[in-house]
């Protein structure tokens, strides 16, 4: 097929000028030289891709020292801070600022992960999945995978292996990982000033936030040694400057068919929204009941009204008939080109109508593999910890090839790590996380009385959740231990209540995956995989993969954007910080940054807009000069960025960055941070 399918390439036209996020192998240098004149060389590709780090918190990072110092979003160190606070120290409201290396603390769970080496492997699992279809696909090339993970890595745990998908499925590559599971916190700001106008100013801009952090990359006991690092700039940065955003965009869904944007629109997001709205509603209830509560759930509560906003805007673009109609047009248009070679028509089929029959699985399906497989616990910690400890019993205790992926001989250092690691939990957040959970499971699996019988049984959600969270011992990492280490013998003969519950409820909750893989996923997967293989012979170097929090590339420059009429300009400063401070949240600023003001130069750029194509997961991402030297570091989009998911608009989208010089302004003057500041600059 694929010898059919090159005779297409170069057929389509091209994207708009800083439109992709583009894998460090796939640069498209030619392009980017005509589009601002900058040309990418070998070695300074290598130097970025070798000094931009994917954090397993969900963002994005850049190595800005020789000696292990990264830095990152404060966002995206909640749950490090809200793990190392207790009752005496709440590092998320006051900060987290050391006076030397002695005191930077190990963040539970974290760890760092930097691109050494990129493999093809597209032709062996497609040889292995050749033929199969359902579940059986699913399963042979999830084999195929976890053979090609081992081949790469060999069992150096230094390293962490991963085939990621591109294109839907049309091409899979092993990505060579250089592993740092011990990452320790250097300094990170108060909350109040690193999320300067809260929600109501998320998405928007203009903004006011220093959303950094700094930690450090530890190798047996001692600061890493990192050749690869970016300088940091101190120069502000000016309007119409070419930048470059270097980092691991989560998710999009920028190659899906029109079925697949439907389904998006009617199953998926509606359940989506009403779930986060109403966790939303209960967690803010929760922080009412004490400040201790109010701590403890704010990481939590920020996750859970970013994610609301992200969704509502998505749902928004969706219900819009104007980009489904381009969509349609567009998809059209492909096909029509199949058409032309019947020979080629013959070896796809009908993909799109296969996705499109499977709608009807997918309806019928996605809310119980959501409450019983995907979403199961509802974020628990503990209920976590239980589950991947019996699965992890259970799945190693088989031959490699035949595990679930995530328990794949090559995925289980970070496995562990996550198991093990020593992190505080508030068993009362715990608690409403797992009583949410089951109360949505029953009330949206009401037509499946054998599941809410397995799952909630005659208790009520309420009493179910406080039995198993209060009478637990998961919460000790000793416990953890034993049961990882002792395997399923340990795991069966385990007293503990919830180890006992996650035993009694997997069945059921296998079950709804093999049902999702053989009727959804599997034939979805297929026809995709065709689609995409299509699609990228015809498309050839225009074409970028869709976002899988793999290290990308994107390329633009330092611009505003017309709303409504009027120029938004690039750039805030800390004038316009202390000109919206009004003394009430969230326009509330720290006492020290009070203190501070008469020292800061207010001119100073705080926050500035560029054209970058960024999507989640890029939180932290370095946003870097032509001479790869940092500028700032991503922390954000604006409104019209949330529809990036499923297109990009030159136009509007615009990523919202933090200056590395507002940064050093605030280190030197406000904190006190000399000798960061002396790493940072050192040359």
């Not at 780090?53 to 979003?73: D, F, H, K, Q, W």
């Not at 970070?414 to 009330?443: C, I, M, P, Y």
């Not at 330092?558 to 120029?567: D, E, F, I, K, N």
Request: glycine content about 10%; aromatic content about 8%; proline content about 4%.
């Amino acid at each position: 097929m694929a010898l059919t399918l090159l005779a297409f390439a170069g057929c389509a036209g091209g994207i708009s000028a800083e439109e992709g996020m583009w894998t460090f192998d796939e640069v498209p240098a030619a392009r980017v030289r005509q589009a601002v004149g900058v040309r990418l060389k070998p070695a300074w590709l290598d130097h970025l891709r070798g000094a931009a780090a994917r954090l397993t918190s969900g963002c994005s990072s850049a190595v800005v020292s020789p000696e292990g110092l990264i830095v990152s979003n404060q966002h995206c160190v909640l749950g490090c801070e809200e793990s190392l606070s207790d009752g005496a120290n709440d590092f998320m409201s006051a900060g987290f600022v050391t006076e030397g290396r002695s005191e930077e603390r190990r963040c539970p769970a974290m760890q760092a992960e930097i691109l050494e080496d990129i493999v093809d492997v597209t032709e062996p699992i497609f040889a292995a999945s050749a033929g199969r279809f359902g579940q059986d696909f699913v399963k042979t090339r999830e084999a195929a995978i976890g053979r090609a993970e081992r081949g790469l890595c060999g069992g150096d745990r230094r390293f962490r292996c991963q085939v990621i998908s591109f294109y839907g499925g049309g091409l899979f590559k092993a990505y060579k990982f250089r592993r740092f599971a011990d990452v320790r916190l250097v300094f990170a700001p108060e909350f109040d000033v690193a999320f300067f106008g809260g929600d109501a100013d998320n998405y928007s801009f203009p903004r006011a936030d220093l959303d950094c952090a700094f930690l450090r990359l530890y190798e047996n006991g001692r600061p890493a040694k990192t050749p690869d690092f970016l300088r940091w700039s101190s120069a502000s940065p000016t309007a119409g400057q070419t930048v470059f955003v270097a980092g691991s965009p989560g998710a999009t869904e920028r190659g899906f068919t029109v079925d697949q944007l439907l389904t998006e629109r009617d199953i998926v997001l509606p359940i989506s929204i009403r779930q986060h709205a109403g966790l939303r509603d209960r967690l803010v209830a929760f922080g009412r009941q004490s400040p201790a509560q109010q701590r403890v759930a704010a990481a939590r509560l920020f996750e859970e009204a970013n994610d609301l906003k992200v969704l509502r805007g998505r749902a928004a673009f969706l219900g819009d008939a104007t980009f489904l109609t381009a969509r349609a047009a567009d998809e059209a248009a492909l096909k029509a080109r199949v058409a032309i070679d019947p020979r080629l028509a013959g070896q796809i089929a009908d993909p799109w109508g296969e996705i499109a029959t499977a709608r009807g699985a997918f309806a019928d399906n996605y809310l119980v593999w959501r409450q019983l497989e995907n979403g199961a616990g509802g974020g628990s910690q503990l209920f976590a910890w239980a589950r991947g400890l019996v699965r992890a019993a259970e799945e190693r205790a088989k031959p490699d090839a035949e595990r679930l992926p995530e328990y794949a001989d090559s995925r289980l250092p970070l496995v562990g790590k996550v198991l093990l690691d020593d992190r505080r939990v508030s068993r009362e957040l715990d608690r409403l996380l797992l009583q949410f959970w089951l109360e949505q499971t029953r009330d949206g699996l009401a037509g499946l009385p054998a599941a809410i019988e397995a799952v909630v049984g005659s208790d009520s959600p309420a009493t179910l959740a406080r039995r198993l969270v209060e009478a637990t011992r998961l919460g000790d990492p000793s416990v953890r231990h034993a049961l990882w280490e002792g395997g399923w013998d340990a795991v069966r003969r385990s007293d503990d209540p919830l180890i006992a519950y996650v035993v009694r409820t997997d069945p059921m909750s296998r079950a709804a995956r093999r049902l999702w893989e053989e009727d959804v996923q599997g034939p979805i997967n297929y026809a995709s995989q065709r689609i995409a293989r299509v699609r990228f012979a015809m498309e050839g170097a225009n074409l970028y993969p869709d976002a899988t929090f793999s290290p990308r590339l994107s390329y633009g420059a330092v611009a505003g954007w017309r709303a409504g009429g009027a120029q938004i300009g690039p750039f805030t400063s800390f004038a316009d910080l202390f000109a919206r401070a009004t003394g009430t949240e969230p326009y509330k600023l720290p006492q020290r940054w009070l203190t501070s003001a008469d020292a800061l130069d207010k001119a100073t750029v705080l926050n500035f807009l560029t054209t970058n194509d960024i999507a989640g997961g890029n939180s932290g991402s370095p946003v870097v000069d032509a001479k790869g030297e940092i500028l700032g570091v991503a922390f954000d989009g604006n409104q019209a960025s949330i529809a990036g998911q499923f297109t990009y608009d030159g136009a509007a989208n615009r990523t919202i960055a933090v200056s590395a010089a507002a940064i050093t302004e605030a280190l030197a003057k406000v904190y006190g941070r000399s000798a960061l500041l002396e790493e940072l600059n050192a040359k």
